[in-house]
């Protein structure tokens, strides 16, 4: 399969998942990072013992700079992207009158306009092919709120929004645009959550179990392959909320 793809935020959690499934599938995979460059290593060190080679570059996706020097780099050596996840992100817990100007500000730009500004980059390129799948990874926060996370929330539910027009606008260059929407998971950015907790979420959940990361990959994996869906946001969830 001689398709390119690039995952935002792809060196731990849901990211890293969907990096080991489509490389797995013999797509080259660009996992871009931020902070977290050993993880980011360590991934990358981990899938060449299983013979499978996938690039790690470093960038601030909420800087317009460094998401132009992460596509340059692809294009320059792979001479195109068919594949694009925005699952970059970071979350807080707030009460909505503490949020402050700077907290909005940095959750605005890391987990909305990234979104913005690596895709506007990105379709260059699917234009120019007339062909290309953009994935935008949100929440079910998007689809129905979280208390203490309403920035969080406001950024999901943006993306959403995003997906559906930017579906319309692209579909008639082939160009397929969709988001998955998780539910609780079991991540790094829900580490804090005690034993007790995973097991209210667990008991409030139709079938009684937590997601993994390969759960959102999986849907992924099927995203790529077809060509008949754009447009939707898919929740995966267990059953949490059902609309």
Same mark, same amino acid.
């Given at each position: 399969?001689?398709?390119?793809?690039?995952?935002?935020?792809?060196? @731990?959690?849901?990211? @890293?998942?969907?990096?080991?499934?489509?490389?797995? +599938?013999? #797509?080259?995979?660009?996992?871009?990072?931020? +902070?977290? $460059? $050993?993880?980011?290593?360590?991934?990358?060190?981990?899938?060449?013992?299983?013979?499978?080679?996938?690039?790690?570059?470093?960038?601030? &996706?909420?800087? @317009?700079?460094?998401? *132009?020097?992460?596509?340059?780099?692809?294009?320059?050596?792979? %001479?195109?992207?068919?594949?694009?996840?925005?699952?970059? %992100?970071?979350?807080?817990?707030?009460?909505?009158?503490?949020?402050?100007?700077?907290?909005?500000?940095?959750?605005?730009? &890391?987990?909305?306009?990234?979104?913005?500004?690596?895709?506007?980059?990105?379709?260059?390129?699917?234009?120019?092919?007339?062909?290309?799948?953009?994935?935008?990874?949100?929440?079910?926060?998007?689809?129905?709120?979280?208390?203490?996370? &309403?920035?969080?929330?406001?950024?999901?539910?943006?993306?959403?929004?995003?997906?559906?027009?930017?579906?319309?606008?692209?579909?008639?260059?082939?160009? @397929?645009?969709?988001? #998955?929407?998780?539910?609780?998971?079991?991540?790094?950015?829900?580490?804090?959550?005690? $034993?007790?907790?995973?097991?209210?979420?667990?008991?409030?959940?139709?079938?009684?179990?937590?997601? *993994?990361?390969?759960?959102?990959?999986?849907? &992924?994996?099927?995203?790529?392959?077809?060509?008949?869906?754009?447009?939707?946001?898919?929740?995966?969830? %267990? %059953?949490?909320?059902?609309?």
């Amino acid at each position: 399969m001689n398709k390119i793809a690039i995952v935002t935020g792809g060196s @731990r959690g849901i990211g @890293r998942a969907i990096v080991e499934s489509l490389a797995g +599938k013999g #797509i080259k995979v660009i996992a871009n990072y931020n +902070k977290s $460059e $050993e993880k980011a290593n360590e991934l990358k060190e981990k899938l060449a013992k299983e013979n499978i080679i996938i690039d790690i570059f470093k960038a601030d &996706v909420s800087k @317009r700079a460094d998401v *132009k020097e992460m596509i340059d780099f692809v294009i320059n050596k792979y %001479g195109k992207i068919d594949i694009l996840i925005n699952n970059a %992100g970071i979350s807080q817990e707030k009460m909505f009158q503490d949020i402050t100007d700077e907290d909005w500000d940095e959750i605005i730009k &890391v987990n909305l306009y990234s979104v913005f500004s690596v895709t506007q980059e990105v379709i260059k390129n699917m234009l120019k092919n007339k062909e290309g799948c953009i994935i935008n990874i949100s929440s079910i926060y998007g689809i129905n709120g979280g208390s203490c996370a &309403v920035t969080y929330s406001a950024t999901k539910a943006g993306i959403d929004g995003m997906t559906k027009a930017l579906a319309k606008e692209l579909g008639p260059s082939n160009i @397929r645009v969709n988001s #998955i929407a998780p539910g609780c998971m079991d991540t790094d950015m829900n580490s804090y959550l005690t $034993e007790q907790e995973w097991e209210e979420i667990k008991n409030e959940t139709p079938l009684q179990k937590i997601g *993994k990361g390969i759960d959102i990959a999986k849907c &992924v994996e099927w995203l790529v392959e077809d060509n008949f869906t754009t447009g939707q946001v898919i929740s995966i969830n %267990g %059953g949490l909320v059902i609309t």
